[in-house]
């Protein structure tokens, strides 16, 4: 049985940093990719960023502008997302999921296991 649980949410302040940490278990290869979205009240899920199986890729939404940045510990299953210069706008549940390598990393279609989410709040 796979499972993605995340960690790291929580209230910060405007212009605030955040880590979110993602553990995966039970996925039957070590050549998934992982990503991190996002979904804020009313609003559709969003990509924020992927990072491939053997760390040499990383892509990120367009919006992100340097201010994320994912990275894993393929010893350890774990992906993590940095989150800094933190806006209210940012603030929505982050799910961190997994998928099999492909051409496609932005569509939440193309990913096969999804995390329960942590919350990220930044006030104003």
């Known amino acids: 049985q796979v499972e993605l649980v995340e960690s790291g949410g929580g209230l910060v302040q405007t212009g605030g940093s955040l880590r979110l940490s993602c553990t995966a278990s039970?996925?039957?290869?070590?050549?998934?990719?992982m990503g991190w979205f996002r979904q804020a009240p009313g609003k559709e899920r969003e990509f924020v960023a992927t990072?491939?199986?053997?760390?040499?890729?990383?892509y990120y939404a367009d919006w992100v502008k340097g201010r994320f940045t994912i990275s894993r510990d393929g010893a350890s299953n774990t992906v993590y997302l940095a989150l800094n210069s933190l806006k209210p706008e940012d603030t929505a549940i982050y799910y961190c999921?997994?998928?099999?390598?492909?051409?496609?990393?932005?569509?939440?279609?193309?990913?096969?296991?999804w995390g329960r989410g942590t919350q990220v709040t930044v006030s104003s």
């Open positions: 999921a997994a998928r099999r390598p492909g051409p496609e990393v932005v569509l939440t279609a193309a990913y096969d296991y």
């Open positions: 990072i491939s199986w053997n760390v040499r890729n990383t």
């Open positions: 039970g996925l039957t290869s070590s050549r998934y990719a």
